[in-house]
C-alpha cells in the first residue's frame, strides 16, 4: 500500500503538491481569527451535583455577578476613603462604568461609597477606612463573553485622579482573573512563534547541514498548524472549545509535523546516499519512513482519544484540536513532503556546507557514533536495564505527594498585579470570597431551614457562617459561605454532602471549590479504565505494526516508568517548591486536568520514538539479521534522527518555560524531562539492553495472531 503510494506521489508530484497546499492554504484562510471563537469555559463536570445545583440556582435567581469584578481603592498614605476628594473621583468613575459601557458593564452590585441607584454598605470599606470596594457585573451568559467583556473594559476602572492625588486603586475578581489568565496565554504563543522557530530553523540547518532540507521539515509543520486552525474554527461551529487549544495546536502541530519531516527528509537522504534514484528513494521513503509516520500518528491519536472518555469539555476540545492536528501532519507528511523531495532528488542538499552535510550510506551510519554506543550497551545488558530501572523508580517517588487542583489566581505569578489584589481583597474582606461555597436548598423554610444551616456552619476551614444570598424563590434558597482556603475544600464539601435534611427537603453543594472538588472526582473516577484501553489499543495497533505482542507490552512498561519519573520530576518542581523562587511560582496543587493532558502526549510520544526505533529494527530483522545486529542497526539509523527530534520538540515546547503562568510551565518542563528521559535513557540505553536480554522472544507471537496481521495487509515487506 504504502510503496504504491509512494509511486504515485512521484508520479503526480506537481498535482500531490497542489493539491495539498491549495487545500491546507484554504483550511488557514478559514481559520484567520480563530481564536476569537474559542471558550473560556468546560473546566467542570457537567453531570455533577455542583453542576446541578448551580444551573438550578442561576437559572431561579439569575447569575451571581458579585464577584465579576472587585475594584480595591486604597486613600492616599494619611487619609480615608471618606477624603472629599478622593471620593469625588471614584465616585464620578463609578457612576459613569455602566453609562459609558452599557454593553460590556451590567451594574454596579454594590459599593461603600455613595452612587445613585447603586447598594452602598459600611461593610465595603475596612475598619481604618484607608480600603474600600466596589463589586462590578460584567454582561454575559457565559466564561467566553464575560471574558472578552471585560477585556474589552478593564482599563475603565482605572482612575487617573485617584493615582494623583497618591491612592491606588486594584482590579480582581473572577472575570480579571480569568482575563489574565488568557492574556498571558496569548503572550505565550507569541513567545513561541518569536523563539521556537528560529532556534528549530538553525537546529535543523546543522542537523542536515544544509538550508533546502532543514526548510522541508519547517514547511510541513508551518502548513500543519495553519491547516490545523482551520480545523479548530470548524469544530466552533458545532461544540465548545477551550482557549488552551491554540497553544496546544501550535505546540503539537509545530513539533509533531516537523519531527515527521525530520524522520522523512533523513530516510529520502539515505536512500540517494546509498546510490538510488529519485524515484526509488521516495517510494523507499514513504514505504518506509512513510509507513511508520502513519503508525505513530495512529498510535498517538489513540492515546489522546483517550481524553474523549471524560466528561470535561476542556479535555474534549483539546482531544478534537490535538487529533486533528497529529492526523493532519501525518497526511501533510506522506502527501507534500514526498511530492517536494520528488521535485528536488539530489537538491535536497542545495545550499549546504559540504563538510556539515550528514548524507551517509547504510554502512557508514550502522558503523557510527549510535552503533558503537548500542553495542556497548548490549555487552552488559543486565548492568545498563538494572541501573536505568532504578534510577526511573528514585525519581518516580515524589508522585507520592502528588495534589490535584484547579485553575484559579494562584497560577499567575506573585507579583502579578490582578493576584496581588486578589490577594489583599481576601486579607482585607475575608467575609466577601470572589469563590464561596454555596448550599442551594429546595423544600425548607423556617425551623427546619435552621437545622440545615446550623449542621452546614459546623463544616471545617469556614470563615464565616452561611448567610443567605437573597429571600427565597419558588421553595428554593441559596446560601454561601467562604472558606480560608480554596484548595482546601475537600473536607468542608464532604461535610456538607453528609448534612441530614428534614423530609421533603434537598440540600446541594455548589460554587467554584464544589465544582473543581466534583471535577477532580470525575477525572479520577475515570482514570483507570481510560488508562486500561488506551494501553489496549496501542498494544493492539503495536502488534498489527511490527507482528510481535512482546514488543508492544515492553513498550508499554518503558512508557509507564518514564511517564512515573515525569510526574515524579513534577511533583518535586511544583508541589515541593524546589525552584520556585526562581523560576517566578507559587508551589501547590497541579492542575488536574493540565497534567493528564501532559500524561496523554508523553504517552503518544514516547510510543511515537519507540515505533520509529521499532521500525528500523523490525526491517532489519526481515532482511535476516540476528536479534543483536537488528537492535544495533535499528539504534544506528534512528539513534541520531530520535535525538534530533526530542530537540526540537524541546526547543518548541520549552519557549513555554519562559510563560508567567504555571500551568504552562508544567507543560515546558514536563515535555522537557520526558523528552530528555525517553530519547535518551530509554530508547538508546535501556531498548537495547532489555532486547539484547529478551533475544529472538523478542519477536515472539501467536501463530494466529500473525496469520491476522498479515491478511490485514499491515506486515508488508520492507523492500
Known amino acids: 500500500m504504502f510503496a504504491t503510494w509512494g509511486d504515485l506521489v512521484h508520479r503526480w508530484r506537481y498535482t500531490v503538491l497542489g493539491v495539498m497546499v491549495a487545500g491546507l492554504l484554504a483550511m488557514a484562510a478559514y481559520g484567520v481569527g480563530f481564536e476569537n471563537h474559542l471558550s473560556q469555559g468546560g473546566f467542570d463536570d457537567p453531570g455533577s451535583e455542583s453542576v446541578a445545583a448551580a444551573t438550578l440556582a442561576d ?6 455577578t458579585e464577584g465579576d469584578v472587585i475594584v480595591l481603592y486604597t486613600a492616599p498614605e494619611g487619609k480615608t476613603v471618606d477624603d472629599p476628594a478622593f ?11 455602566v453609562a459609558d459601557h452599557p454593553d460590556r458593564i451590567a451594574k454596579i452590585n454594590g459599593t461603600y461609597f455613595q452612587v445613585d441607584g447603586v447598594v452602598s ?13 466596589a463589586s462590578i457585573a460584567i454582561v454575559g451568559d457565559d466564561d467566553t463573553e464575560l471574558t472578552n467583556n471585560f477585556q474589552d473594559v478593564k482599563d475603565a476602572f482605572y482612575i487617573p485622579d485617584v493615582d494623583s492625588q497618591g491612592g491606588d486603586v486594584q482590579v480582581t475578581g473572577l472575570q480579571a482573573v480569568a482575563g489574565a489568565l488568557q492574556s498571558t496565554m496569548s503572550e505565550d504563543i507569541h513567545r513561541m512563534e518569536i523563539l521556537a522557530i528560529p532556534a528549530v530553523a538553525v537546529l535543523l540547518f546543522f542537523v542536515f547541514g544544509g538550508v533546502v ?3 522541508l521539515p519547517l514547511i510541513v509543520g508551518g502548513l500543519t498548524v495553519v491547516g490545523a486552525n482551520g480545523i479548530v474554527r470548524l469544530f466552533t461551529d458545532f461544540t465548545e472549545v477551550n482557549t488552551f487549544v491554540a497553544p496546544v495546536v501550535s505546540m503539537v502541530g509545530l513539533g509533531l509535523a516537523i519531527d515527521y519531516g525530520l524522520f522523512i527528509v533523513s530516510r529520502f537522504r539515505e536512500e540517494l546516499g546509498d546510490g538510488r534514484t529519485t524515484a526509488d528513494a521516495v517510494k523507499r521513503s514513504v514505504m518506509t519512513a512513510g509507513r511508520t509516520v502513519v503508525f505513530s500518528a495512529t498510535m498517538i491519536v489513540a492515546s489522546l482519544g483517550g481524553l474523549l472518555l471524560f466528561p470535561h469539555g476542556f479535555l474534549k476540545s483539546v482531544a478534537y484540536g490535538s487529533i486533528a492536528t497529529v492526523a493532519l501532519a501525518a497526511l501533510t507528511a506522506v502527501t507534500v513532503l514526498p511530492a517536494l523531495l520528488a521535485i528536488l532528488g539530489p537538491r535536497v542538499d542545495a545550499l549546504g556546507l559540504k563538510f556539515m552535510r550528514k548524507t ?13 554506543l548500542t553495542s556497548s550497551v548490549m555487552r552488559r545488558p543486565i548492568k545498563v536495564a538494572v541501573v536505568i530501572v532504578l534510577g526511573l523508580l528514585v525519581l518516580t517517588l515524589p508522585v507520592g505527594k502528588i495534589e490535584f487542583g484547579g485553575i484559579n489566581e494562584t497560577y499567575l505569578p506573585p507579583d502579578n498585579p490582578t493576584r496581588v489584589a486578589q490577594a489583599q481583597f481576601d486579607e482585607l474582606f475575608p467575609g466577601q470570597r470572589t469563590e464561596p461555597l454555596k448550599l442551594v436548598i429546595e423544600g425548607a423554610q423556617g425551623s427546619s431551614l435552621g437545622q440545615i444551616t446550623k449542621q452546614a456552619n459546623e463544616a471545617p476551614g469556614l470563615v464565616e457562617k452561611f448567610s443567605p444570598t437573597g429571600t427565597s424563590k419558588d421553595g428554593i434558597i441559596v446560601f454561601k459561605a467562604g472558606l480560608e482556603d480554596r484548595n482546601e475544600s475537600s473536607e468542608a ?5 453528609g448534612i441530614e435534611g428534614p423530609d421533603g427537603a434537598t440540600v446541594s453543594v455548589t460554587g467554584t471549590p464544589a465544582i473543581e472538588y466534583d471535577s477532580i472526582e470525575a477525572l479520577e473516577e475515570r482514570l483507570p479504565l481510560t488508562a486500561v484501553l488506551v494501553v489496549l489499543v496501542v498494544t493492539l495497533l503495536m502488534f498489527l505494526t511490527f507482528g510481535s505482542l512482546i514488543l508492544p507490552i515492553k513498550a508499554v512498561l518503558m512508557t509507564a516508568l518514564g511517564l512515573g519519573a515525569t510526574m515524579g520530576i513534577l511533583t518535586w518542581i511544583f508541589i515541593d ?5 526562581l523560576m517566578n511560582f507559587t508551589p501547590g496543587p497541579i492542575m488536574a486536568m493540565i497534567l493528564l493532558l501532559i500524561g496523554a502526549i508523553v504517552f503518544g510520544l514516547s510510543t511515537d520514538y519507540e515505533v520509529f526505533l521499532l521500525s528500523r529494527m523490525v526491517e532489519a530483522r526481515e532482511k535476516g539479521a540476528s536479534t543483536t545486529d537488528a537492535v544495533r542497526i535499528g539504534t544506528a539509523h534512528s539513534g541520531r534522527i530520535i535525538t534530533a527530534a526530542a530537540l526540537i520538540l524541546i526547543v518548541v515546547t520549552g519557549s513555554f518555560a519562559f510563560s508567567d503562568l504555571v500551568m504552562m510551565k508544567y507543560i515546558a518542563y514536563g515535555m522537557i524531562a520526558a523528552l530528555i528521559i525517553d530519547a535518551t535513557v530509554i530508547r538508546m540505553f535501556l531498548v537495547p539492553s532489555v532486547m539484547k536480554l529478551l533475544g529472538d ?3 515472539w507471537a501467536p501463530k494466529s495472531m500473525k496469520k491476522v496481521q498479515q491478511k490485514l495487509g499491515l506486515g508488508e515487506k520492507y523492500l
Do not use: P, Q, Y
Open 59 to 64: 437559572s431561579t435567581f439569575g447569575r451571581d
Open 87 to 97: 471620593t469625588a473621583a471614584v465616585t464620578k468613575s463609578l457612576g459613569s462604568l
Open 121 to 133: 454598605a459600611a461593610a465595603l470599606a475596612t475598619e481604618d477606612k484607608r480600603h474600600a470596594i
Open 213 to 215: 532540507a532543514a526548510a
Open 360 to 372: 551517509r550510506s547504510s554502512e557508514e551510519i550502522e558503523n557510527g557514533m549510535w552503533g558503537k
Open 493 to 497: 464539601i464532604e461535610h456538607l454532602r
Open 577 to 581: 517548591g524546589h525552584g520556585a523562587s
Open 697 to 699: 522472544s523478542a519477536w
